[in-house]
């Protein structure tokens, strides 16, 4: 059974300096938010094995190949499969557990485009 994962089109965020780094700022300086840049766009789905905080992203098994990227995993696969929407301009993540049985992971472009849509499970 297949299952697609979607990820936000877009985020917001909001970025400041460390208290540290304001002290260490001269009086002439300011922090300001650069609110026409505080959206960030989809940029790619990456697949991890194990929670993304630790680093481990997978290479497509058809890493050099025109075809839309796909990843396989073993069936005694030892570790959960994660996947992780990232944005551009941004250090956020939104990031999600898949579920145990997944063997196959591919990702989905909009129409031609190389514009990310979604990534399908089964």
Request: proline share 5%; charged share 30%.
């Amino acid at each position: 059974m297949a299952a697609e994962y979607r990820c936000l089109n877009s985020i917001e965020t909001q970025q400041t300096l460390s208290a540290k780094l304001i002290n260490q700022l001269n009086a002439d300086w300011e922090a300001m938010p650069d609110a026409i840049n505080a959206h960030q766009s989809l940029e790619n789905i990456q697949v991890y094995d194990g929670h993304p905080r630790e680093g481990a992203a997978l290479v497509p098994d058809n890493e050099d190949s025109r075809e839309e990227p796909f990843w396989t995993f073993p069936k005694d696969q030892k570790r959960r499969i994660w996947i992780a929407c990232i944005y551009s301009q941004s250090i956020v993540r939104l990031v999600k557990q898949l579920p145990e049985a997944v063997k196959k992971c591919t990702l989905k472009y909009r129409g031609k485009s190389k514009q990310i849509d979604r990534i399908l499970c089964e």
